[in-house]
């Protein structure tokens, strides 16, 4: 099979969601086929989000037969899940760029089609952001549906509760639409989880449910034996919504016949639908979980290549510290928002359940319940990206660093991801940790020094710290025994002339090669708080110029740190600060964006050159470039 559109000859037809309307209902089983034929050709020829799209195939096709979109709203929550919609609304042709630079958004993206309405990233967004286009559609009174498709991962977070509390006194407009997997990237836990799989349980005639039954249950009528089924969505109905379901979210004729009966309904609808990820390709339905997002791979055999870089990950390496500390410390406790597997731990959750807690992707309530370990006289780390630790910045300062408590956040992810873009990119952790009283935040160069600072942070702070590390490959330094590191001072890695650098985290083998061309002085600067004050005022004696390097934002960031203690030394020396731009990160590949922004070797010597106003010439032979 291929992505040559003429091979999907009923696809082919489709390429607007006007023309989809125009189809006989009894081509639409054959779209689905074809839609999701399509989207295994491409994502297995250019890599991206499988599993979760094709778990929606006929819950896309069925939404926009139904619904006027782009006038009605359509929200995807999360965007994993979006790519079925993608193609169906004229961005077919490219959907085999999608995460590659230049290439389509991995999520809905507003700049790129008006079907998406909302960006997204991060979950648990769409009941909020629906609402408040429910209540804008009822101001403008033109009959303008909203519908939100949230997974049941999604469903777990605090902001669905507070969006769905709001929605219920409102009474508005709105469908939602669980879609019920049993699976957010990893499988789903928590009490909801379990109430979900009850109601499936006392329901295995999901499928025979016949069209008499799925009308009443929409149109509420007087509730019999034969609507029995409306009972079980009981936590639902109490927050006020018309809870309808379950029904089978892979029949598309039954799909379209409930969202018909929908659409048109007062107040707010809860429609839950049972799918599977994976579903139509075995090797993802096996294995949800690793065909979550993949390379490209050999559709035929179902085999994904070999990919070293789990084996020799900084999230590995974490995972492997946690186990080594845990052997002899039973207060060491682990907590994860639903990352587990991104996070390196799965052995450590299997070796270890009762030190482990995965609480959902509730990133505030992990924050908080961090807190409380703490207080409890237990020991928290916080296994956590970058990019999903701003969902907790208020826990993180009210309840944690107010209160003094020891916790330990080891921040994966730090700097540039790479294909998943903007919503992912951990930009600004550092300057966002560093206004904050207390706090300790340090910048491993290597796994080694990840190790360590795990380790001192752990042991030896008494109050909140931060390990800040990259996603990918490590370096391949040979591993040292575990050792507290002098809390704030930098290591002076190489002695030069005129010319300082400061490298805060692993840019420093960039740094080091253009050190040597420059016969500049390199300070693995290790901290960015506490900062190494008087190493830094020493360098101001004898060279002119400083050069801050962090994969980080610029704005408030490690160089922000180094200029504010010059100013309030009254120290006058030009330092130029190397880092991310204020502005938001494209997606593309962690080295193509290093590259576009300069920080690799050639470009932090390109950017020092200019800006001392020296000829730029070309290096040659760059580590690496």
């Not at 979760?52 to 139904?66: K, P, Q, R």
């Not at 999604?154 to 219920?168: I, K, L, V």
């Not at 034996?225 to 969505?233: L, P, R, S, Y």
């Not at 799965?346 to 807690?357: D, E, G, I, R």
């Amino acid at each position: 099979m291929s992505t040559n559109i003429s091979q999907y000859p009923t696809l082919d037809l489709v390429n607007t969601v006007q023309a989809l309307r125009l189809l006989s209902k009894n081509k639409l089983p054959l779209i689905c086929n074809e839609l999701r034929n399509y989207l295994l050709n491409s994502v297995s020829g250019s890599s991206g989000h499988l599993a979760s799209g094709l778990g929606v195939v006929e819950l896309t096709v069925a939404l926009h037969y139904v619904y006027n979109t782009p006038f009605d709203n359509l929200i995807w929550d999360v965007g994993h899940q979006a790519y079925p919609h993608k193609i169906l609304t004229g961005r077919r042709e490219m959907i085999n760029t999608i995460r590659q630079k230049n290439g389509l958004h991995p999520f809905p993206f507003r700049e790129e089609s008006e079907f998406d309405v909302l960006s997204v990233g991060h979950s648990s967004t769409s009941i909020s952001a629906g609402l408040g286009m429910a209540v804008t559609a009822k101001y403008e009174q033109k009959n303008r549906r909203t519908a939100c498709i949230i997974g049941d991962g999604a469903m777990t977070a605090g902001m669905t509760f507070e969006a769905m509390n709001h929605t219920g006194d409102l009474q508005a407009d709105i469908l939602v639409i669980l879609n019920d997997n049993d699976m957010s990237i990893s499988k789903n836990v928590g009490a909801l989880n379990s109430y979900l799989a009850r109601i499936i349980s006392k329901n295995k005639r999901i499928k025979l449910l016949d069209n008499h039954c799925i009308v009443r249950s929409c149109l509420k009528k007087e509730l019999t034996a034969e609507t029995e089924i409306d009972f079980n969505g009981i936590f639902f109905k109490e927050l006020g919504f018309n809870y309808i379901g379950p029904i089978d979210g892979h029949n598309v004729m039954v799909l379209i016949k409930v969202l018909k009966n929908i659409r048109n309904l007062k107040g707010p609808q809860l429609l839950h639908i049972i799918t599977k990820k994976g579903k139509g390709y075995t090797p993802a339905e096996k294995d949800p979980i690793k065909w979550h997002a993949v390379p490209a791979f050999n559709l035929h055999t179902g085999t994904l290549p070999n990919d070293n870089s789990k084996i020799t990950s900084y999230s590995i390496i974490f995972g492997n510290w946690l186990c080594e500390m845990a052997k002899n410390d039973p207060k060491l406790i682990a907590i994860t928002p639903a990352m587990r597997e991104g996070s390196g731990m799965h052995n450590f959750s299997k070796n270890y359940p009762k030190q482990y807690f995965d609480v959902a992707i509730a990133e505030q309530h992990a924050v908080t319940f961090a807190a409380g370990i703490a207080i409890g006289g237990y020991k928290p780390i916080v296994a956590i990206y970058s990019t999903f630790l701003q969902r907790a910045y208020d826990q993180l300062i009210h309840d944690v660093a107010l209160q003094k408590l020891p916790v330990l956040f080891a921040i994966d992810r730090g700097g540039i991801v790479g294909e998943d873009g903007a919503t992912h990119q951990g930009a600004f952790d550092i300057a966002f940790l560093r206004c904050i009283p207390g706090m300790m935040i340090m910048t491993p160069s290597d796994e080694n020094e990840c190790r360590h600072m795990l380790f001192t942070g752990y042991n030896y702070h008494n109050g909140p710290s931060a390990v800040r590390y990259p996603r990918g490959n490590i370096t391949g330094t040979r591993l040292e025994p575990l050792k507290k590191l002098p809390i704030g001072k930098g290591i002076i890695k190489r002695n030069g002339k005129k010319i300082a650098i400061l490298n805060f985290g692993t840019l420093l083998y960039e740094a080091m090669t253009v050190a040597e061309i420059l016969n500049a002085t390199l300070i693995d600067m290790r901290f960015v708080k506490p900062l190494d004050e008087s190493l830094i005022i020493s360098l101001v004696t004898n060279k002119n110029v400083l050069v801050t390097i962090e994969e980080g934002s610029v704005s408030g960031g490690a160089g922000s740190s180094v200029n504010e203690l010059l100013a309030k030394s009254k120290k006058i020396v030009p330092v130029l600060n190397l880092g991310l731009p204020d502005q938001f990160i494209p997606h593309g590949n962690q080295r193509e964006i290093h590259i576009e922004y300069q920080l690799d070797a050639t470009g932090i010597h390109q950017q020092i050159m200019k800006w001392m106003n020296k000829k730029v010439f070309i290096i040659n032979k760059i580590p690496g470039a």
